[in-house]
């Protein structure tokens, strides 16, 4: 399985660690030998909005690759929905088998035009940014609509990490990575 991290200026960081840390530890820790990942953007440096900076692995490569994308959210996500460039770029990754993202990193997928007709969630207080792009907002910490999987606020990037360590190893692996982590919700 290879997965790509797009990563953008303006992003918040806990978004893209939070569910990182829980799906990468698959491989780390023995569980998916197999699985890579890359770190994607459409630019060659990134800040989040708190002045974090990162640096992809790989800039403006098609995602159309990928077995999985992961798009998190932050203020900057709302620029990007209006991006048209940006979000041609997203929308090769339309066929990837699964689409996930955390807070309002939903707004890209829904921007990018593959949210519609489906249920999906974010950021409680970007409901009605939302709302225009799927069929029902729902206040759900994950959202599973199949090859779509969106989650709530912040912190539900760890839940919505382990929940994809399940989809992808079954319960004893999302077990043993949420003991490894420490982490006492997320179901």
């Known amino acids: 399985m290879k997965i790509a991290f797009v990563i953008y200026n303006g992003m918040t960081a806990l978004d893209f660690i939070g569910i ?6 698959l491989k780390t820790m023995g569980v998916k030998s197999a699985l890579r990942w ?22 403006g490569v098609s995602l159309e690759g990928y077995d999985m994308v992961v798009i998190p959210g932050g203020f900057g996500s709302r620029r990007l929905a209006q991006d ?19 807070c309002t990193g939903s707004l890209i997928w829904g921007a990018a035009g593959l949210l ?23 206040d759900a910490r994950v959202v599973d609509e199949g090859d779509v999987i969106t989650a709530r606020g912040v912190t539900s990037a760890i839940d919505l990490g382990l929940y994809l360590c399940e989809l992808l190893a079954g319960p004893d692996a999302r077990e043993t990575i949420r003991r490894q982590m420490d982490y006492s919700a997320g179901r």
């Open 20 to 25: 990182f840390d829980p799906v990468t530890r």
């Open 38 to 59: 890359d770190i994607v953007a459409f630019t060659p440096a990134v800040i989040d909005f708190a002045g974090l900076a990162f640096t992809p692995d790989k800039v």
């Open 84 to 102: 048209k460039t940006f979000l041609d770029w997203i929308r090769t990754a339309a066929h990837c088998p699964l689409k996930v993202s955390v």
């Open 116 to 138: 519609q007709g489906r249920k999906a969630t974010t950021h409680p207080t970007a409901y009605d940014l939302l709302r225009p792009y799927c069929e029902v907002v729902t």
